[in-house]
């Protein structure tokens, strides 16, 4: 739990502080006297009377009652220092900078568990260990450089990294990014990012709490959490954006099933991140891009107007946005036309917007007021403005940030010319701005933004589905694969639309049920896993004379216990998947099915339960989507049977978190249904 003794400490003891600052005891306290703390400050070091100009005691045992205790000694001796601090000295929050805990070693490990004990007895808070610390505008309590400027209305940045926070301060603060607190959360022994963002939701004030969220994660272990609180900021008002490290191929494991091979755990990621509204970053740099744009007012629009005084960054950035789903629309008409003559002459207001190397500062005012005023197509303006450094260019970035408060459609400055003119962009960083040094990567930032949606709903609308029927084969079911008459129930009991079928052990009862159910039939093995590559399953069968011959011959493959039967179905062939992940619970997985989901693996996710609303989202962005509309006169797929077929596979699950895998591969789509043609469903219960 995070308290008012970690946040605003009255006083700080530094354990372990030295006169050497090339040491974290002394770096951290180094930071804390040149940030000038402004409570009663402490130091601990067994060998000096005084430290860096601060008092030093001998002993921990020898200090007054403190609120928080910053650790910089060796792991072995932090839990009777943490003991003594808890018991003797009121201490209820606490750093510890050191390494050599779980990270390292058991014998870490227990030195750890026994901290966090001692700490959780009287209801404290603890950083770390193994961490750089913790910065907000009451303290610097880090023992890293640099202090990024500390402002209420920055950023708020949690990191399950130290160094790699350092470097994601460094990437945004020449930009001009401020920050309002840094969690470095280390080992996260007491608490981890997911603890933190729940308390940045819990204290939320709109009035005075930052709107802008950072997380850099590496491990995710309570993702309800992060669904929980972060939805719950966004719908507050705020904008969140993590990278999350760690997802490459590398990590995947063989799998039995196709949703088994496509659901990895990065793809349980990018679906939780999706259903929370988090914009998913892959790096530092875009990771404080898209905090910069945060810091601007929202984009309402799709529609960019890109002004420049040079040509080259206007085309990159026109590619950025269009290869990106972004527009860069025709700007037109009479007042286009007085637009333009406010220029010199060889200017062009067909957008991009350039009023040449020689434009002024006062033709960028007019170009600005007509895109706010004047073009109601244009929802933002970026501005791009460098210098080959000839003349100071004070006064356009002067007019710039005059314009960018009196404007309610958000203006982005790209400032390339860092060299050429950093005193100027130096002092437009100085009136609280933000530049963004390079085009393509605002582009990319602002696309990404765009089209992260908002958070679902807290409630998914279930379908009725009948549960005690679905508990009744789950409770009875054997782990493994489910036969053809378990799955079938639970199908049904779903409301997944199957095709009519029968399971034949004999050869007169196979001709008996083609009759049954009309003639072509397909058949296929029942027992091994991919019927196709076993010779199982076989096509269009119009005859009782073929259906003898092929049944006489299936049964005898390998692993075969009986025959399915089906009626010969046509339409676009669908895939509906899901599979339970570790912590996520289960992801369902929606596509084209066949043998295009192996090709092509065009599929999207989504974190069970899901909503018709969600379902619809992840069938509009499969790539194939323009075939399930229907292409070259074929017939459409049914989207909203589709979708519900989806919604139902989520409420499946949720009502059967037994389910492991589950595969409905093919079902077939057409304009009036969508069927179920095969299933597999792979029961995994804990013992």
Request: charged share 25%; glycine share 8%.
């Amino acid at each position: 739990m995070i308290n008012k003794q970690l946040l605003d400490p009255k006083s700080i003891v530094v354990v372990g502080a030295s006169e050497d600052t090339q040491k974290p005891g002394g770096k951290v306290l180094k930071n804390l006297i040149d940030h000038k703390y402004k409570g009663q400050l402490y130091v601990v070091n067994p060998k000096a009377d005084s430290v860096q100009g601060v008092t030093s005691y001998r002993d921990v045992k020898d200090l007054p009652q403190v609120d928080l205790a910053i650790l910089a000694i060796a792991a072995k001796y932090c839990p009777e220092t943490v003991d003594i601090l808890t018991k003797q000295k009121q201490t209820r929050a606490f750093i510890i900078l050191s390494a050599g805990f779980h990270e390292e070693s058991e014998e870490g490990a227990k030195l750890e568990h026994q901290i966090v004990e001692t700490i959780n007895a009287v209801g404290g808070s603890l950083i770390g260990p193994n961490c750089i610390g913790v910065l907000n505008p009451n303290y610097t309590g880090v023992f890293t450089t640099p202090i990024p400027k500390l402002d209420p209305k920055g950023v708020d940045f949690i990191s399950g990294s130290g160094a790699t926070a350092v470097f994601i301060m460094e990437a945004g603060m020449p930009k001009g990014l401020t920050f309002a607190s840094v969690y470095s959360v280390g080992n996260s022994a007491q608490m981890g990012v997911e603890e933190i963002l729940k308390y940045l939701d819990e204290s939320f004030d709109p009035e005075t709490s930052s709107k802008v969220k950072l997380l850099y994660v590496e491990s995710i272990n309570k993702p309800d959490l992060i669904l929980k609180h972060a939805s719950s900021l966004i719908r507050k008002g705020c904008r969140i954006a993590a990278i999350k490290a760690g997802g490459s191929a590398a990590g995947s494991r063989a799998a039995s099933s196709h949703t088994g091979a496509l659901a990895s755990s990065d793809v349980a990621v990018d679906a939780l991140f999706r259903k929370a509204g988090i914009v998913r970053c892959s790096g530092r740099e875009e990771l404080t891009s898209v905090a910069s744009v945060f810091m601007h007012p929202e984009l309402k629009g799709k529609n960019i107007a890109i002004i420049t005084h040079a040509g080259g960054p206007a085309v990159m950035l026109t590619d950025s946005l269009s290869n990106n789903g972004l527009e860069v629309p025709t700007i037109e008409g009479a007042k286009a036309k007085a637009l333009l003559e406010k220029l010199y002459a060889g200017s062009s207001v067909a957008n991009p917007i350039d009023f040449l190397a020689t434009g002024t500062a006062e033709q960028l005012g007019h170009i600005i007021d007509a895109c706010e005023n004047d073009f109601p197509n244009i929802d933002a303006m970026v501005v791009i403005f460098g210098s080959p450094g000839l003349f100071p260019v004070y006064d356009v970035y002067d007019l710039l940030d005059q314009k960018m408060k009196q404007c309610k459609k958000p203006i982005f400055p790209v400032l390339p010319s860092i060299i050429n003119v950093k005193n100027e962009i130096d002092h437009f960083i100085a009136k609280g701005r933000i530049n963004f040094p390079d085009e393509v990567v605002l582009g990319n930032a602002l696309s990404k933004i765009y089209y992260t949606p908002k958070p679902v709903s807290e409630s998914a609308g279930l379908p009725t589905i009948d549960v005690k029927k679905i508990r009744e084969v789950i409770d009875n079911a054997q782990n493994g694969y489910l036969n053809p008459n378990e799955l079938q129930s639970l199908l049904d009991a779903a409301g997944i639309n199957r095709a009519g079928e029968a399971v034949v052990k004999t050869q007169t009862d196979a001709i008996n049920s083609a009759k049954n159910l009309g003639f072509p039939v397909v058949m296929k093995v029942v027992g091994p896993v991919h019927k196709s590559d076993v010779g199982g399953v076989v096509l269009n069968v119009k005859d009782s004379e073929t259906v003898a011959r092929e049944f006489d011959r299936m049964i005898k493959i390998k692993d075969t216990t009986a025959i399915l039967i089906q009626p010969m179905l046509s339409g676009v062939e669908l895939f509906i998947g899901a599979k339970r992940e570790d912590k996520f619970g289960h992801m369902v997985l929606c596509g084209l099915g066949g043998i295009f989901i192996e090709i092509l693996k065009d599929v999207n996710a989504g974190i069970a339960p899901l909503s018709i609303s969600e379902a619809k989202d992840m069938i509009q962005r499969l790539k194939g989507y323009k075939i399930l509309k229907g292409v070259r006169g074929q017939e459409p797929v049914n989207e909203e049977q589709f979708a519900e077929m989806v919604v139902r596979v989520s409420a499946l699950v949720t009502a059967a978190p037994e389910i492991f895998e589950m595969d409905i591969n093919p079902l077939l789509g057409r304009k009036d249904k969508v069927v179920a043609v095969d299933a597999r469903i792979r029961i995994e219960k804990e013992l």
